[in-house]
């Protein structure tokens, strides 16, 4: 089937699949489920639920939720999907807090892609944490962090920054968030 330049390239973002044995997704069968629904021109990229494809769909909402039902009614498990279009993508990466600081190792630094902007209630209470030596920076529907030491074993929590958020929401290192954009940026020249 030709490609139809004409639909958008979005960027989908699964959470927590293929972790620790977790929530297990083949991606041959990920980008299978995804041709299901009539996505076209699907790529994977790693194990760790990062799909680039085109779609007809313009309400991103609506894409979102089809894609978490499929996958619950494929695999048995439900899990959020956040979704990105390129432009949204370029933003993140020309947003990002840490960009020209030398001392930074880009390798240490994750962004958590929120469903939703979490508002200024949430904003207020996540910049009083404490997270030295972390740094962490909420702007619109990302989230930056850097870890000083290990990405493992960092000092603060994930968990009471998401309770705190109040909207689901996924993290991807900085390689992988360029890579992404680069996996689009082809498939948009396509």
């Known amino acids: 089937m030709p490609t139809d330049v004409s639909q958008p390239v979005v960027i989908c973002l699964l ?11 083949k991606m041959e069968a990920l980008r299978a489920l995804c041709e299901s629904l009539g996505l076209r021109d699907v790529q994977t990229y790693l194990q760790s639920g990062n799909v680039v494809f085109r779609t007809k769909e313009r309400d991103l909402a ?7 039902d499929a996958i619950e009614k494929e695999f ?6 956040v979704l990105r279009t390129p432009a949204e993508l370029r933003g993140v ?12 190792d880009p390798s240490r630094v994750l962004v958590t892609f929120l469903a939703a902007d ?26 930056y962090m850097y870890f000083v030491g290990s990405m493992a074993r960092p ?8 309770k705190m958020l109040k909207t689901p929401g996924t993290g991807r290192n900085w390689n992988t968030v360029r890579k992404l954009l680069e996996i689009a940026d082809k ?3 396509a």
Do not use: C
Not at 15 to 25: F, T
Not at 93 to 104: E, G, L, T
């Open 15 to 25: 959470r927590g699949v293929n972790l620790g044995g977790h929530n297990k997704v």
């Open 62 to 68: 609506r894409l979102s939720r089809l894609i978490e």
């Open 118 to 143: 979490p508002g200024p209630e949430a904003r207020e209470k996540v910049s009083k944490i404490d997270t030295q030596p972390e740094e962490l920076y909420l702007d619109g529907r990302e989230f």
């Open 76 to 81: 048995g498990f439900r899990t959020d999907v």
């Open 155 to 162: 000092k603060i929590s994930w968990m009471a920054i998401a």
């Open 187 to 189: 498939l948009e020249g």
């Open 93 to 104: 990466i020309a947003r990002n807090p840490f960009a020209k600081r030398r001392d930074i």
